[in-house]
């Protein structure tokens, strides 16, 4: 499986037989953990190199996919945004089948934690609601999170989507999921219109110029999504988490996407609610919404590694 230098790159055939690109990076020897990363919304997998090798050093070993309509996956799903009828849940049943590969290639009991980034923090959540139970999953890290996708509550929404879908097809490029994101800039000198993801320049650069970064969903992503957020939050699924199971928030203070930090304090709320005995945040201040690609990223790798360290 190579020797943790290198980033083995394929498919994983998912069970309705789509190719799903996998990156897995492995440290040299036994691997103290199996962290499993879920990208967030339209981006892809191999954004999360640096903090992979970094992990690899420290000895965990590292898999991450690009997600159905994502990445490499997109020119298997019909393009970027693009995920027929399959949407959601399929990409939730991918991480799973994904991440119990490439368990069963490693050495027995090897301790297995997900962290999920702002849309893939609501991946994980839906992840652990749905395997958490007796699914070995020993943590669960939440970067860039938010309770909820701010704008996304109103019914009309939903109506909005159901409309565009009808119309043109769950494929259909919408650019709703844009038009919410559009706002999340105002703060911030423009100089993109990504300022919002890091004070970082140069990482909002090459976001910017990355063909694979920042492009529509079509509508059956976005009411995915939407539906998947109330889902999710739902208190007779949010109770179906691990009561003991560890999990940890890290987000930046000046993340549009928590609504100063309102978003944050609500889902920590969500998880005291029903009774989860280990719950620990981290806001970082004046860091937006990429911690992993922020100025102050090695003081977030640190922690994250701090972390791990202590629960695995």
Request: charged share 25%; proline share 4%.
């Amino acid at each position: 499986m190579g020797d943790g230098h290198e980033r083995r790159d394929d498919f994983t055939t998912a069970a309705d037989g789509t190719p799903v690109a996998t990156y897995t990076w492995l440290p040299e020897g036994t691997p103290r953990a199996l962290v499993q990363i879920a990208h967030g919304a339209a981006e892809h997998a191999r954004r999360y190199d640096r903090f992979a090798r970094f992990l690899n050093r420290h000895g965990y070993a590292v898999v991450a996919s690009d997600h159905r309509g994502h990445g490499a996956t997109a020119r298997h799903t019909g393009g970027y945004g693009a995920v027929g009828d399959a949407g959601w849940p399929a990409i939730v049943t991918d991480l799973k089948e994904i991440g119990d590969r490439v368990r069963a290639e490693l050495p027995g009991g090897t301790p297995f934690v997900f962290l999920g980034h702002s849309m893939g923090s609501q991946l994980a959540r839906d992840y652990a609601q749905e395997y958490g139970e007796g699914g070995g999953l020993a943590g669960m890290i939440l970067s860039g999170t938010f309770r909820s996708l701010p704008g996304s509550e109103a019914a009309s929404d939903i109506r909005r989507l159901e409309g565009e879908i009808e119309k043109g097809g769950r494929d259909a490029p919408s650019r709703y999921v844009a038009e919410l994101f559009g706002s999340f800039n105002d703060p911030f000198p423009h100089r993109t219109g990504y300022e919002w993801l890091s004070r970082d320049a140069a990482e909002v650069d090459v976001y910017a110029a990355d063909e694979g970064c920042g492009f529509d969903f079509g509508a059956g992503l976005a009411l995915d999504w939407v539906r998947a957020i109330r889902r999710i939050n739902d208190p007779a699924r949010l109770a179906r988490i691990p009561r003991d199971l560890p999990v940890h928030l890290a987000v930046g203070e000046q993340d549009p996407c928590n609504q100063r930090m309102t978003l944050v304090y609500e889902l920590l709320e969500d998880f005291r609610y029903v009774g989860l005995r280990e719950v620990t945040w981290r806001g970082y201040a004046d860091a937006r919404h990429e911690i992993l690609n922020e100025t102050n990223r090695e003081e977030v790798q640190a922690d994250l590694l701090a972390w791990l360290d202590k629960h695995v």
